[in-house]
Structures are given as structure tokens and as C-alpha cells.
Nanobody
């Protein structure tokens, strides 16, 4: 049984920064790809960023490119999302996800991920 637990969300003013963490627990777990998604009220879940097992390959949504940075620490089985220059439109519940099998390129469709966290709220005030 694998569990993903997000943390680090909160309320921040526009232009500020937050760092989200996603820790995995359970059986020995070293997913091929891990990613972040977000869902704002009344909107569909959307892809934010993904990273490969080695960390050498990353993918970002155009809306966050240059502002957000995804990383992972395989020794700690933890993934991070550093969010800078936050905008009110970044307000959403952020979810981390993980995928066991190899998929090239990194998946941007949530249906391709095997495990999900419970989500953490990020609110950016103007």
C-alpha cells in the first residue's frame, strides 16, 4: 500500500512563494514519474509539472513555466514543487501523483498516474 501525503500549502500574497512537499510511504517505492496537478473551484484538474525518476527530465505546463520548479529526493522518496511569483490564478488544491511504469514522454494526463495524494490548498491573494 502506497500513500502520498502533500504538505506546504497555505495563504500567500501575489508575488510570494511556497514550497510544496509530497512524501511517499508504504512498500518500497521508487516511481518512474511523479507529478503535480491542481484543481481550482469549478474547473477541471490540470497538469502542473512532472519529473522522471532520475530527475533529469522535467515537464511543465506553460502557465507555470519559469515560475515553478519540480524536484525529487529519491533517498527520502519525496517530491517538491517550488512555486515563485505566485499569481491569484494559481489558487487551487494541489495534488501530487506517482506512476510506477515507464511512460515516455512524461505523462500529463492524470489518468496515467497510479497513486494520488489527498491534496493541499494553495490560496494566492491579490
Amino acid at each position: 500500500q502506497v500513500q502520498l501525503v502533500e504538505s506546504g500549502g497555505g495563504l500567500v500574497q501575489a508575488g510570494g512563494s511556497l514550497r510544496l512537499s509530497c512524501a511517499a510511504s508504504g512498500r518500497t517505492f521508487n516511481p518512474y514519474a511523479t507529478g503535480w496537478f491542481r484543481q481550482a473551484p469549478g474547473k477541471e484538474r490540470e497538469f502542473v509539472a512532472a519529473i522522471s525518476r532520475s530527475g533529469s527530465v522535467t515537464s511543465y505546463a506553460n502557465s507555470v513555466k519559469g515560475r515553478f520548479t519540480i524536484s525529487r529526493d529519491n533517498a527520502k522518496i519525496t517530491m517538491y514543487l517550488q512555486m515563485n511569483s505566485l499569481k491569484p490564478e494559481d489558487t487551487a488544491v494541489y495534488y501530487c501523483a506517482a506512476k510506477d511504469g515507464v511512460v515516455v514522454p512524461l505523462p500529463k494526463n492524470g489518468a496515467q498516474y497510479d497513486y494520488w495524494g489527498q491534496g493541499t490548498q494553495v490560496t494566492v491573494s491579490s
